[in-house]
């Protein structure tokens, strides 16, 4: 089980935010083309990166907590990681974006209930536009 906890772990990342794609309409993977756009650069530069630091010996990977399946000189998780958290930052940040644009547009809410409604109305508002 060892050799899969760090896949676990990011499967687990997805998992967890993948609530903002629909309770809060991120809209992150209803635009494939512009999701790509965002990974490309950065799973490139990180890539190169890792690659580099491998190959001057910087870094290594304990083989007890790998898969052992590597691509090339890097690990798999090393891969999945690169598209993984850019992909949960992404769905943070448009999520983020989506509660306070419907903030601006609504009165402030004074009470507990009114705060509730003004978050449900924000996750609505993005998918029905």
């Known amino acids: 089980m060892d050799r899969y906890q760090y896949l676990l772990l990011m499967a687990g990342c997805l998992v967890l935010t993948l609530p903002l794609e629909f309770v809060l309409g991120a809209r992150v993977y209803r635009r494939p083309l512009r999701l790509l756009a965002a990974?490309?650069?950065?799973?490139?530069?990180?890539?190169?990166?890792?690659?580099?630091g491998i190959i001057r010996d910087h870094w290594g990977y304990n083989p007890a907590f790998i898969s052992g399946v590597h691509l090339g000189l890097m690990p798999l998780e090393e891969l999945v990681f690169f598209v993984v958290i850019p992909i949960c930052g992404l769905l943070?940040?448009?999520?983020?974006?989506?509660?306070?644009?419907?903030?601006?547009?609504?009165?402030?809410p004074r009470?507990?209930?009114g705060w509730l409604a003004a978050l449900d109305a924000a996750g609505r508002k993005p998918a029905d536009a």
């Open 111 to 113: 009470t507990l209930r």
């Open 92 to 108: 943070t940040y448009e999520a983020v974006g989506s509660v306070v644009k419907a903030a601006r547009l609504q009165p402030r």
């Open 39 to 52: 990974l490309v650069p950065t799973v490139a530069l990180f890539v190169v990166w890792d690659v580099v």
